[in-house]
């Protein structure tokens, strides 16, 4: 029987009519096209007008199969799919024609666009008759959610989950959650005491029935699919009973070995070598650093043992592992911050009093190394003037192209705070002044006039040559000032820099494991950058905070309440659909070869030793096809993939070479000699 | 379309990296020349040495396959799978006189709509160059290409002749 294919050409406004002739592609397509029965041309497809030209087309005029030439099946695959279902025809029976996306977008010749246009609807028209019927299966939603990353995204995330009433495993790296915003001072533009605000949202991590939290741990591995992924978490040894433990912190003031806290503290201050990040850590249960421990190192020592009230002090702990069954996955990683040392020019790790920002935060912290006092590096002096240089690391097209969103912010609130706590001079040398959300643009105007200095121009060089009169012993910032036109020195005690935000070390790695894509400057790349910020490509994986990019507390806390409404969500309606697209081997021409059974990366593919052929499971199978392309026999096919529809396709795509070289009429295969 | 030679480039696209590079081409309005034309797969492990040969049989003066870079699979290693497949495909084609460039692996990661759409063009460049291929029309009289089959299935025969 001859299918009916309605052949369904959008105009997306003059987003592909502008480039493609898409009235004549229809009238085209309905005239040389073969068992093309309906053409139409319409403006939006995606409208519920377009829904329902289609939808009327499939119950009057008998349509079996549907072409829609428009956008990325990315985009709008679902929506036509649904289309279909809704007027009774199978959702697989539709193809896509990215018109949009490979043509009208790329091209710049109106002619040679609609001509390239045909070839692709030809494609899609004779590959959809080849399309067989499928149905997506339902899979149950498991109600755990994995949250990655304690930041105050993660914790946002959590929290959100866990109030609904559904488990979330937290999973930190570091001994404690609080993320970076643990380690700041104030929040602008409202100078919020960050601890303040964040430290009673961690206890109420830390004392959720509904969350376990699994600090000092990373997760190994994840396998599985949306609704029911298996994650395998590794949970460092702390070499500390955490059962036992009650954390009163004696085994810290006892510990008679002191290193610089490099990641806390960003290098200014100590701890312990048993330790808890800071005061109000969440677990609060310390941690043995064994790279530091005089046990560890020396084999005496145990000088916590001997304190500990509870015996909880357990040297001989090992790494332990735990397999976490859960149906969702947030994603909250956070960021590295910009080692400035990667900018010799700025003199920074060379000349004492260039402080990164880091440490610039740490220092206004009244919980900090120098209890809130800003002084120079020699810990005792009090700066008379400081230079705050923004875009350290970003917008350098050397380093990041891109802007770090936060940073002329934290630059105007370190404004702030240093003329509070010292009444230095303070100049910041910027780029442009980005302020852009509510009530920053305010505060920009409260530092004008608190009596901060802004010199618009990047810093060339920090050095400590004295030139001119008045530069002895102080850091000369070497600036442009492109407002006044003109080259500046400024003399200073001390420079801050506003290192960039960037991605984790280990991003992409992190994107690997759970199945997700980065860009190319390493942020977690979202569904859509517009209308699904939280989502990844794989669903079940969500992204929110700074790993899908920089931004600042309030939008990483939207995003975070963002994700786990979307995973709320998917629990609540309690089952997924999962794609029918799966291989399978038809006994019959299987010859027990075995070449399928170890190309799959899933273990999807056994020997049946009995009959002698190999099986697909098709729960575990994702559908990538290698199986099909491998089989000698041609065996497996693979379902909305097979050969035939890709077969079809090509033909499809090459109509206009095949008519003019002859090439359809089939070749001979006796030309072949055995 | 101009009298100079426009080849006809097939390209199997993988679902998760080159086609969203291909999408972000689109969206970033990055222009390429209109001669290819693509196919998506779901990895670039799927496509078929097959598919390749009838893309040539049928018409295609080139045919591209891209995926995920190395390391970089939705799959986690089909794509080396590809990889393996086009230098056998690659050196099948050459024994039949075909030029290396007619046949291209690109790896292309959502994020790099910039350098697939170069890739494209490149490629392009490359096969206009060479001209146009004629698999097909030129199947019967070239002589060459079919001695070189037959030499390919015998090799291929006794390869195959491995002791159970």
């Known amino acids: 029987m001859a299918e009916k294919v309605g052949v369904y050409i959008c105009h997306c406004g003059s987003n592909i009519a502008g480039m493609v002739d898409v009235e004549g592609l229809a009238r085209w397509a309905g005239a040389n096209l073969e068992d093309v029965t309906v053409a139409r041309d319409y403006k939006f497809m995606c409208s519920s007008l377009g829904q329902e030209l289609i939808e009327e087309d499939i119950k009057k005029e008998g349509l079996t199969r549907v072409v829609v030439g428009a956008c990325s099946p990315h985009l709008h695959e679902k929506t036509f799919r649904k289309a279909c279902a809704n007027a009774g025809l199978n959702p697989y029976l539709m193809q896509m024609a990215s018109l949009r996306e490979q043509i009208s977008w790329v091209s710049s010749d109106k002619d040679e666009a609609t001509e390239k246009a045909k070839a692709l609807i030809s494609g899609a028209v004779r590959r959809v008759i080849e399309q067989e019927e499928l149905f997506a299966s339902e899979a149950p939603v498991n109600p755990n959610t994995l949250v990655v990353g304690g930041g105050v995204t993660g914790i946002q995330a959590a929290l959100e989950l866990a109030d609904a009433g559904y488990h979330v495993y937290l999973v930190e790296r570091e001994p404690s959650i609080g993320g970076h915003m643990a380690q700041f001072d104030k929040t602008f533009p409202t100078l919020d005491c960050s601890a303040c605000i964040l430290t009673p949202k961690m206890s109420d991590v830390g004392q959720h029935e509904s969350i376990t939290l699994l600090s000092y741990a990373e997760v190994e591995e994840v396998t599985g699919y949306v609704g029911n992924f298996h994650a395998r978490i590794r949970k460092r040894a702390r070499s500390v009973k955490e059962a036992d433990c009650t954390g009163c912190g004696v085994c810290i003031e006892k510990c008679p070995k002191k290193v610089i806290d490099d990641v806390f503290e960003a290098g200014l201050g100590y701890r312990k070598a048993i330790y808890r990040p800071f005061p109000q850590a969440v677990p609060k249960y310390p941690v043995i650093d064994r790279e530091?421990?005089?046990?560890?190192?020396?084999?005496?020592?145990?000088a916590c043992e001997k304190f500990c009230p509870t015996n909880a002090i357990d040297f001989e702990q090992q790494d332990s592992f735990l397999d976490l069954d859960v149906g969702n996955v947030i994603l909250a990683t956070g960021f590295d911050m910009f080692d400035s040392t990667r900018l010799p020019q700025y003199g920074y790790g060379r000349l004492a009093n260039v402080f990164s920002n880091l440490e610039f935060e740490r220092m206004c912290n009244a919980a900090g190394p120098t209890d809130g006092k800003v002084v120079l590096r020699d810990g005792v002096t009090t700066p008379e003037s400081i230079a705050i240089v923004h875009c350290v690391g970003s917008r350098d097209k050397k380093h990041n192209p891109y802007c770090s969103a936060v940073c002329c912010?934290?630059?105007?609130?370190?404004?702030?705070?240093?003329?509070?706590?010292?009444?230095?001079?303070?100049?910041?040398?910027?780029?442009?002044?980005?302020?852009p959300h509510k009530n920053y643009e305010e505060f920009y105007d409260r530092l004008l006039a608190e009596g901060m200095q802004f010199v618009r121009g990047r810093v060339a060089e920090v050095t400590d040559a004295a030139r001119l009169p008045g530069e002895e012993g102080k850091l000369i910032v070497q600036s442009e000032d492109t407002l006044a036109g003109r080259q500046r020195r400024t003399p200073v005690d001390m420079v801050v820099l506003m290192g960039a935000l960037e991605p984790r070390h280990d991003?992409?790695?992190?994107?690997?494991?759970?199945?997700?894509?980065?860009?190319?400057?390493?942020?977690?790349?979202?569904?859509?950058?517009?209308?699904?910020?939280?989502?990844?490509?794989?669903?079940?994986?969500?992204?929110a905070g700074v790993c899908q990019g920089p931004k600042d507390i309030p939008d990483s806390v939207a995003q975070g309440a963002a994700a786990a409404a979307r995973v709320m969500a998917m629990i609540t309606k309690g089952t997924v659909l999962i794609e029918p697209v799966v291989a399978t081997i038809h006994e019959e021409n299987c010859s027990g070869c075995r070449i399928c059974n170890n190309l799959c990366p899933y273990n999807a593919i056994t020997f049946l030793e009995d009959k002698g052929v190999s099986y697909v499971n098709a729960a575990l199978c994702k559908g990538c096809g290698t199986c099909v392309a491998a089989c000698p026999a041609q065996a497996i096919s693979g379902a909305h993939f097979s050969n035939e529809q890709i077969f079809s396709e090509i033909e499809g795509l090459l109509y206009d070479a095949i008519s003019g070289n002859g090439a359809g009429h089939k070749v001979e295969p006796a030309g072949v000699p055995a | 379309m101009s009298d100079t030679f426009e080849p006809k480039i097939v390209a199997f696209l993988c679902n998760w990296c080159s086609y969203r590079a291909a999408d972000l081409a689109g969206t970033s309005r990055i222009k390429y020349e209109p001669n290819v034309r693509i196919i998506r797969v779901m990895c670039s492990g799927r496509v078929d040495p097959t598919f390749v040969l009838k893309a040539f049989s049928l018409g295609a003066d080139g045919v591209m396959i891209a995926g995920c870079h190395p390391g970089e699979c939705h799959y986690l290693e089909q794509n080396y799978k590809a990889m393996r497949r086009y230098y056998m495909l690659r050196h099948t084609l050459r024994s039949m006189g075909m030029e290396d460039d007619r046949l291209r692996l690109q790896w292309a990661s959502a994020a790099e709509g910039v350098q697939l759409a170069a890739a494209i063009n490149e490629m392009i460049e490359q096969?206009?160059?060479?001209?146009?291929?004629?698999?097909?029309?030129?199947?019967?009289?070239?002589?060459?290409?079919?001695e070189a089959l037959g030499r390919l299935a015998q090799e291929h025969a006794e390869a195959m002749e491995v002791p159970a």
Not at chain 1, 292 to 301: R, V, W
Not at chain 1, 413 to 424: P, Q, R
């Open chain 1, 507 to 543: 991003a992409r790695e992190t994107a690997l494991k759970f199945g997700i894509s980065c860009s190319m400057n390493g942020w977690f790349t979202e569904r859509h950058p517009k209308l699904d910020p939280v989502a990844t490509m794989t669903d079940g994986v969500f992204i």
């Open chain 2, 127 to 146: 096969v206009r160059a060479l001209g146009p291929l004629n698999w097909s029309a030129n199947w019967h009289e070239n002589g060459r290409r079919l």
């Open chain 1, 292 to 302: 530091a421990c005089t046990y560890y190192l020396k084999g005496t020592c145990k």
């Open chain 1, 409 to 435: 912010m934290a630059a105007l609130k370190f404004g702030h705070l240093a003329i509070e706590k010292t009444g230095a001079q303070v100049y910041s040398f910027y780029i442009d002044m980005r302020t």
